[in-house]
């Protein structure tokens, strides 16, 4: 089953206005976190936010904010005032514990985010 | 401070060759992270290590795969031997486990095995 669901495989945003990019996902665990990473054209990974499971504020970061609804098992990225950098992959993520002890990090299959110009 | 540095950053090789991916992990990180990204199967966690010590590798995908961190410096992903379907994109991070929930990514490996 997937643990990290993004539904979105293709979003356009027309540049300086505000985009969500969902996020769903399936844990038992009481304590887990959440995350989103950028990756643009050239490859690499950037760590955008993170929100931990007991967070009781939504998480934010500049123009990225995490609308964190933990009963509907949501972490959705809103991005605002679009600029056209932001064109790129954006994985949702998450960080759960296994009974073991050690931590189990999965990744979604992306959303590709095309800021309009 | 230079980042996760990766090395080398792309390689191509024949299939049966041993290779082998190399990480230098950003000074003062205390975990390390070897992912593999795809297209078929999107980006899949490998290995990671705590302070130099292997904590899971439910990741590698089979014996062919091993990793090594000798030091807190440096770390290794090996292949032996490699197949066409070991071609992907191979990224380490690394992480401060007291500081936060951050990994900074490498720029990446990529692996094409003919």
């Not at chain 1, 993170?50 to 933990?70: C, I, M, P, V």
């Not at chain 1, 064109?87 to 002890?101: I, L, Q």
């Not at chain 2, 980042?3 to 950003?26: A, D, F, N, W, Y």
Request: with cysteine; proline share 4%; glycine share 8%.
């Amino acid at each position: 089953a997937q643990k990290i669901t993004q539904t979105q495989p293709g979003m356009f945003v027309q540049e300086k206005e505000a985009v969500t990019l969902d996020c769903t996902y399936d844990t038992s665990d009481q304590s887990y976190g959440l995350f989103w990473y950028k990756q643009p054209s050239s490859g690499e990974m950037i760590f955008l936010i993170y929100q931990g499971s007991y967070d009781e504020q939504n998480a934010t970061e500049g123009r990225y904010s995490l609308n964190f609804q933990k009963a509907r098992k949501s972490a959705n990225l809103v991005i605002s005032a679009s600029q056209l950098g932001d064109s790129a992959m954006y994985f949702c993520a998450m960080r759960e514990r296994r009974t073991s002890g050690t931590y189990k990090y999965i990744f979604g299959t992306g959303t590709r985010l095309k800021v309009l110009a | 401070d230079a980042g996760v540095i990766q090395s080398p950053r792309h390689e191509v090789t024949e299939m049966g060759q041993e290779v082998t991916l190399r990480c230098k992990p950003i000074s003062g990180h205390n975990s390390l992270f070897w992912y593999r990204q795809t297209m078929m199967r999107g980006l899949e966690l490998l290995i990671y290590f705590n302070n130099n010590v292997p904590i899971d590798d439910s990741g590698m995908p089979e014996d062919r795969f091993s990793a090594k961190m000798p030091n807190a410096s440096f770390s290794t992903l090996k292949i032996q031997p490699s197949e066409p379907r070991d071609s992907a994109v191979y990224f380490c991070a690394s992480h401060d486990r007291g500081r936060s929930y951050e990994q900074y990514f490498g720029p990446g490996t990529r692996l094409t095995v003919t």
